[in-house]
């Protein structure tokens, strides 16, 4: 299939200005032996895009193409590739383009730990090339990367589980999540209600917490057995005490969340997993005599072994992330920035049409 040496993308241009990304031309990154090209059908927003594009986390790459919650089809695969996938496979790529595949981490399954890891979005490789994601018409990087797409799955519902999904779905697998477990889902947005999802997919018995209970019917009707309100319910620490076995913290902040409370809903070893992502000024302060018989943590995205593993359970569950459409374009992905500003999203974006831009 014949494409263009250069890709086109909607990049932000001005950290500042990214309320109005501007349409670029850009080389991609040298193509290696095991890598694989992918023309992008659609892309998923997350709310790392969004932190990256106004500068929350310092200053990026300029053009700054975002996007990693991609799903398209591969177009272009490299001589030494042994995977298994080929041309024409529709394939998810999430967070994570590269890792070194060779230190204990990435041989125990934990490469997105790795030392060497190169992120979908505006990172640098080992050359210096700042790595571009899927907001763009095609995406270039390491075949181990790409997870292929359950034929029963539509794409622009799945594609928030490539990042949102599986940021929450390793932590709850790897603590024990399933049948006989009460698990506490803290915070109902864009990653907390794919939690609530696979959380009850899984088997667990689960607690929706947010601060109000303006949320209440959206989380019953994801899944949710139980819902606290922590505002509205002065003594529900007293309520819940010694009741879970595990929580995420959903949250895109956690300046909010009450770290001494929380602890005490815990059963002995019980384990408070983050999973947040807040503005790099943002302190934890908690009372450390709180976590007695409780462990606190924080989780990063999942391994490629574990997205295939959501991925099965998203065919066999039926688990559809709450979407919306917007077509790809500079206002639309400007649109879009604007709106999750105000949080106005339930629960996620996806961007669609690329053929009509690109």
Known sequence: MAYPENFTGIAVVDNKDYTHPKKVDYAPKTFGDHDIDIKVECCGVCG??????KGAWGETPKPTVLGHE???EIVKV???CDKGLKVGDRVGVGAQAFSCLECQR???????YCRQAVWTVSTPYADGYASKGGFGNYVRLHEHFAAKIPENLKSQEIAPLLCGGITVYSPLLRNGCGPGKKVGIVGIGG???MGIMIAKAM?????AISRSSAKKADALKLGADHYIATKEEPDWAKTYDDTLDLVVVCAGSLTDIDFNALPTVMKVN???VSIAAPDASEKLTLSPIGLMGVSISNSAIGSMKEVDQLLKLASEKNIKPWIETVPMSEEGLGEVFARMDKGDVKYRFTMTDYDKVF
């Open 270 to 272: 019980g384990k408070i």
């Open 78 to 80: 490299g001589p030494k």
């Open 106 to 112: 990435c041989k125990d399954d934990n490469e997105q």
């Open 191 to 193: 990653i907390g209600h």
């Open 48 to 53: 790392s895009d969004h932190h990256f594009a």
């Open 203 to 207: 088997g667990a018995e689960v607690f």
């Open 70 to 72: 991609i799903i398209g």
